[in-house]
């Protein structure tokens, strides 16, 4: 427990330098605009090709139906609710758009990827990935989508299939694609993906500390919108986790890694994206920010709670 709790230091660590670097003024000013568009067009995209072909197979993903289901029903389930909870809160605009995918979307492999293996193991890695393959897919199919179609540039808010087949979930399509046929990557290939995937977290990170230099003065009244995304990430996205596993009748070691996984903060990428687009980019680090910060005390409760199930 105490490492996963370590792996959360680690990204409020480099969310601080992030932070330091463009409080100082140390780096030029729009480098986190930079940085945005390697994340988004490039290092993500190879994340997704290359944790999707080193961690499934065919017999991997035919077995995974089930628990595919689950996941697809758990984000569809979160959305609703999202969208029900920013109606009544009279959301508009990208600070919509941000909540709802906000709300909707969990950080599932960053911060989920160390604590599922600390907590189960090697042996709740594909169980973890079987919602990560789902979550990452309709993130970039939907999410980025939905937040890109939420920016002030015309071109950009018009509805387009490149919107929708972005670089990120491309490389989803890729990835999927090549285990299905039963492909792998050359090794030359293989090896220069992984190292561009290994920018997506460090990069990512530093802009959301970049971001969060609004707050340089002291962290404003948290309103009631941000408190609902909160609540929605720590309270009733395990609760609609564990009615769906009931319903299904899922149970042992993938019941207690996809419950654990639905109590991870905020996605990423999120603030991301907002960033790229301009579309609300230190309300989504907020956001990311507060529900990092807020799995310090809510990642031991939740894996002392599924031990005691």
């Known amino acids: 427990m105490w490492s996963g709790l370590e792996s959360v230091g680690v990204i409020l660590i480099i969310i601080a330098i992030g932070f330091f670097f463009t409080y100082k003024h140390v780096w030029p000013e729009r480098t986190a605009d930079g940085l945005s568009a390697i994340v988004v067009k490039l290092s993500a995209p190879c994340l997704a090709v290359t944790s999707i072909t080193a961690r499934f ?3 991997l993903l035919a077995s995974s139906l089930l628990l595919l289901l689950l996941a697809a029903l758990h984000l569809l389930a979160m959305f609703l609710i999202g969208k029900g909870a920013a109606r009544a809160l009279r959301l508009s605009g990208g600070r919509r758009a941000v909540f709802e995918v906000s709300f909707t979307f969990s950080n599932v492999i960053f911060i989920g990827l160390p604590i599922n293996q600390i907590v189960f193991g090697e042996e709740g890695v594909p169980f973890l ?3 990560y393959i789902l979550s990452l ?3 970039w199919g939907f999410g980025a989508a939905k937040i890109a179609a939420a920016g002030s540039d015309p071109e950009r808010a018009a509805p387009s ?3 929708v087949f972005n670089p990120g979930f491309l490389g989803v399509l890729l990835g999927a694609g090549l285990v299905q046929a039963g492909l792998s990557l050359p090794p030359v290939l293989d090896t ?10 460090p990069l990512s990170l530093l802009v959301i500390g970049a971001n969060l230099t609004v707050f340089a003065g002291g962290v404003p009244r948290v309103a009631a919108d941000e408190v609902m995304v909160m609540a929605g990430k720590f309270v009733i996205s395990p609760l609609v986790m564990l009615a769906l ?4 009748g899922v149970t042992g070691l993938p019941f207690r890694v996809f419950l654990l996984s639905s109590t991870m903060p905020c996605h990423m990428q999120t603030s991301i994206i907002a ?3 301009g579309v609300e980019g230190a309300y989504a680090s907020k956001l990311v920010g507060l529900s990092t910060l807020l799995s310090f005390i809510t990642i031991p409760l939740a894996v002392a709670l599924i031990h005691a199930i």
């Open 57 to 59: 197979d065919r017999e």
């Open 129 to 131: 990935f079987a919602y």
């Open 137 to 139: 897919a309709t993130f």
């Open 161 to 163: 299939l490149r919107k």
């Open 192 to 201: 220069g993906l992984g190292y561009l995937a290994a920018l997506t977290v």
């Open 245 to 248: 596993m009931r319903l299904l």
């Open 275 to 277: 960033q790229h687009h």
